[in-house]
């Protein structure tokens, strides 16, 4: 099993894309306002933000971890 990606959701994706490219991450997908992708420096992972607002309540905010595991049996 390994890491595939980790979606954080965000109302400024402007301001996460400034923090994750200090950071070091290399964007790949720019659909900013909406959605940015980067991959980490290190590996193959993938950081992803989603605009919305994040913490509960229902309206799809929060973060979402994705894995890769090539024999679930």
Known sequence: MRLNQ???????????WNFYCILGLRPVVDARPRY???VCPDGDSTLS?????????????????????????
């Open 6 to 16: 980790v979606t954080v959701t965000m109302p400024d994706l402007d301001a996460g």
């Open 36 to 38: 940015a992708r980067f």
């Open 49 to 73: 933000l989603h605009q919305g607002v994040s913490g509960g309540g229902g309206g799809g905010g929060g973060t979402m971890v994705y894995f890769e595991c090539e024999n679930l049996d």
